[in-house]
């Protein structure tokens, strides 16, 4: 099994920062494909960020490109971490945000449906205010 634990959202004012952090984890984790989603009320869930295994190929929502930056740090052997530092917040960005994983992907197409993913994290959520 793979277990997903997001930390880092909160409330904050438009123009602020955030940075989200999601540590997978799991004896079956190997070389997983990671993306954040976001879902803000009443709508459904989208794909903000996706990084490859490697960490060297990474894609963007169009609303979000230029402001959020996905990373991820492959060091440790059993854990997988990857971050979302998102700048410029507005108040449009507020949702829960989660963290996806697909296992075992070595695939060069970036995943960005919610379907193609195999493991999911509570969600943390996210308040931008005017």
């Known amino acids: 099994q793979v277990q997903l634990e997001e930390s880092g959202g909160g409330l904050v004012q438009a123009g602020d920062s955030l940075r989200l952090s999601c540590a997978a984890s799991?004896?079956?984790?190997?070389?997983?494909?990671m993306a954040w989603f976001r879902q803000a009320p009443g709508k459904e869930r989208d794909f903000v960020a996706g990084?490859?295994?490697?960490?060297?190929?990474?894609?963007?929502?169009e609303s979000v490109k230029g402001r959020f930056t996905i990373s991820r740090d492959n060091t440790k052997n059993t854990v997988n971490t990857v971050y979302l530092q998102m700048n410029s917040l507005k108040p449009e960005d507020t949702a829960v945000y989660y963290c996806?994983?697909?296992?075992?992907?070595?695939?060069?197409?970036?995943?960005?449906?919610?379907?193609?993913?195999?493991?999911w994290g509570q969600g943390t959520q996210v308040t931008v205010s005017a």
């Open positions: 996806a994983a697909k296992n075992i992907y070595y695939g060069a197409t970036m995943l960005k449906s919610e379907f193609q993913f195999n493991y």
């Open positions: 799991g004896r079956a984790l190997s070389t997983p494909a």
């Open positions: 990084i490859n295994w490697s960490g060297s190929d990474t894609d963007y929502s």
